[in-house]
C-alpha cells in the first residue's frame, strides 16, 4: 500500500510539475513583452533627457547621454525622480563636469569630499557618472534620515530652505519638458 501511494505522489508531482512547466512557458511572453516595453520606455526617457540638458544647457550630444543615462540609473538605483537629480544639476553646475565650489564641492552635483569621506575615496568626482552616482547616495541618505521628507533632504544637500525651494522649482519646471515626475511632493514645502 505505501508503494503505490508512493508512486501516486511521485506521478502527481511530476503531473504538477509540468503543468506549472507549461503555465511559467506560457507567461514567459507576457513577461518578455513587458520588459521590452520598460526597456523602450526607459531609453525613450533618457533620450529626451539627454535632448533637453544639449539643447537647454548646451551639453554636447555624447556628454549629455552620458548624464542621462547616469542620471536614469541613479534615480532608478536610489528611488529618486530624474526630474529632481536634473533640478540639483542644473542648480549646482549647471552641468559643468568640472565645476568646484565652496568647502571643495566638486562637479555636477557639487559633492563635498570632506563632507562624505567614506562614501567618495577614491573616486573622481569630475566624472559625471561617479559624480552622480555619489550625489545620488548622499541624496537618498538624506531622504531617509527625513522619512521620506524631500524639502528636508534638499535642506541638508544644499543647506538652506531657500536651496530647497530653488531646487523644487526646478524640478518641477523641468519635469514636464522631459515627461518625468518632478518628485516634490507636499513634503517638500514643509519648513
Known amino acids: 500500500m505505501s508503494r503505490l501511494l508512493c ?3 511521485l506521478t502527481f508531482g511530476a503531473t504538477l510539475g509540468a503543468m506549472q512547466g507549461a503555465v511559467a512557458q506560457e507567461r514567459a511572453p507576457e513577461a518578455a513583452q513587458l520588459d521590452a516595453a520598460a526597456s523602450d520606455a526607459t531609453a525613450e526617457a533618457t533620450h529626451q533627457v539627454s535632448r533637453l540638458i544639449s539643447q537647454k544647457f548646451g551639453v554636447a550630444r555624447a556628454k549629455a547621454e552620458q ?20 533640478a540639483i544639476i542644473s542648480v549646482e553646475s549647471r552641468f559643468k563636469e568640472k565645476a568646484r565650489g565652496a568647502n571643495g ?33 548622499i541624496l ?9 521628507d524631500v524639502g528636508a533632504a534638499l535642506k541638508s544637500y544644499g543647506g538652506s530652505k531657500a536651496y530647497a525651494e530653488k531646487v523644487s522649482l526646478r524640478a518641477k519646471t523641468l519635469a514636464p519638458e522631459v515627461g518625468l515626475d518632478a518628485g516634490t511632493n507636499a513634503e517638500t514645502n514643509r519648513n
Open 7 to 9: 508512486l501516486l505522489a
Open 105 to 137: 564641492a566638486t562637479g555636477l552635483m557639487q559633492v563635498v569630499p570632506a563632507a562624505h569621506k567614506q562614501l567618495v575615496r577614491n573616486i573622481d568626482l569630475t566624472e559625471a557618472t561617479a559624480n552622480i552616482e555619489a550625489g545620488s547616495a
Open 140 to 148: 537618498h541618505g538624506y531622504v531617509q534620515s527625513a522619512r521620506g
Open 67 to 86: 548624464i542621462s543615462a547616469a542620471v536614469m540609473s541613479a534615480a532608478s538605483k536610489y528611488s529618486l525622480p530624474p526630474a529632481l537629480l536634473l
